[in-house]
């Protein structure tokens, strides 16, 4: 990995807006500074002897991004438009984001990245006449993906093998099914209020089991192959 001569420019430090099936969109336009502030847990103790310890035990890593205005066909906008309308919170406001150093080459033409989730607080909504004002607040949460962006195509690749995305889509009858466990390659997924759940796997056969209060759990199996796979799960109330 290298990182290009000289001084890098900021525009080269990109962020996207990764939500699952769409191609990723660059948030900036019109932003003056998009930072990822550190907000570090540091604690100094002293002993008796008057030796200072310092310790660094942690981040709370935030992004402001702030003018953001409501534009239709902008797809961050309009999820903040449906955060306010719908007063989503919980995992309904769990969305996942690229970070791109398009100044550090990792293989010709693709650059180093990472994919990480992120809680969206929006701070405000309507603003003055300039537009409808939605500025927020990403708070990183979870581990950091690493692996590599191709700006050509906007597309992310994981390190360690490609991976596909796998949406589940837990329903009883025509009903969403939201709170619904899906147990699947040693991990825990939890539907939002749509009734879905997503991961990245690699290829491969996955075994699943889904749970939820009122239903039989329910079982199946998966296959990941080259593309991404939507995997429709039917409960029925226990009895």
Known sequence: MAIASGKQKRKSFALFYAPAGKTPEIIGKGIESVAI???????????????????????EKTTELDPIYVTGGN?????????????????????????????????????VAWKQDAVIELTSFGGDTKGVACPCTLHWIGERTFGTFDPATKTFAPDGGAQQLVTFLVKSGSNAVSGAKITVNNGVLTTNGNGVAEVELPTGSYAYTVMADGMTAANGNITVASAALLQEITMTAAG
Not at 38 to 44: F, I, K, L, N, R
Not at 93 to 110: D, M, N
């Open 37 to 59: 502030e550190q907000s570090p847990t540091v604690e100094s103790t002293a002993d008796v002897l008057g030796n200072v310890e310092t310790e660094l035990s942690s981040y």
């Open 75 to 111: 797809l961050f906008s309009e999820k903040l438009d449906e955060i306010e309308e719908k007063e989503l919170i919980l995992e309904d406001v769990v969305q996942p984001f690229i970070w791109a150093k398009l100044y550090k080459t990792a293989e010709a033409g693709k650059y």
